[in-house]
């Protein structure tokens, strides 16, 4: 795999912790990738996200971080594969790194305004809350 994009509880339960923040959890899963020359996106639900770019040192605490920007959460289900296809298509198209995770927890973000899968995100509202957040 080129892309991992994994949430917070999964890496608990990988790991059986409990208790490790989730900075030590991603910074553990990203030196346990080996050789995989892999990109690695880890959410934080609430508390937003990290992101390790593909040739990040496996042994260095360089990543980038983003907090969430929900502010009216209606339905969360789904908000981490709407960050996982955002971000997907950011590092195909070679956006900058430190914007990956940025840009994947406010598209997540507004996910988490819609119930179910009654409506989708579109770029429109994606672009306005960008312009928004960063005024």
């Given at each position: 795999?080129?892309?991992?994009?994994?949430?917070?509880?999964?890496?608990?339960l990988?790991?059986?912790?409990?208790?490790?923040?989730?900075?030590?959890?991603?910074?553990?899963?990203?030196?346990?990738?080996?050789?995989?020359?892999?990109?690695?996106?880890?959410?934080?639900?609430?508390?937003?996200?990290?992101?390790?770019?593909?040739?990040?040192?496996?042994n260095?605490?360089?990543?980038?971080?983003?907090?969430?920007?929900?502010?009216?959460?209606?339905?969360?289900t789904g908000?981490?594969?709407?960050?996982?296809?955002?971000?997907?298509l950011?590092?195909?198209?070679?956006?900058?790194?430190?914007?990956?995770?940025?840009?994947?927890?406010?598209?997540?973000?507004?996910?988490?305004?819609?119930?179910?899968?009654?409506?989708?995100v579109?770029?429109?509202?994606?672009?306005?809350?960008?312009?928004?957040?960063?005024?």
């Amino acid at each position: 795999f080129s892309y991992l994009s994994i949430d917070t509880q999964e890496v608990r339960l990988a790991y059986h912790d409990r208790f490790s923040a989730p900075v030590d959890l991603a910074r553990r899963l990203r030196a346990d990738l080996g050789k995989v020359d892999a990109t690695l996106g880890m959410t934080l639900g609430p508390n937003g996200a990290y992101y390790f770019p593909k040739n990040t040192p496996k042994n260095t605490n360089i990543e980038c971080y983003a907090p969430a920007f929900a502010d009216k959460v209606v339905d969360a289900t789904g908000a981490g594969d709407a960050f996982f296809a955002l971000t997907t298509l950011l590092i195909k198209v070679g956006c900058p790194d430190v914007m990956i995770p940025f840009l994947g927890n406010i598209y997540a973000g507004l996910k988490t305004r819609i119930i179910g899968n009654k409506a989708s995100v579109c770029r429109a509202q994606l672009t306005k809350a960008v312009v928004a957040i960063l005024k």
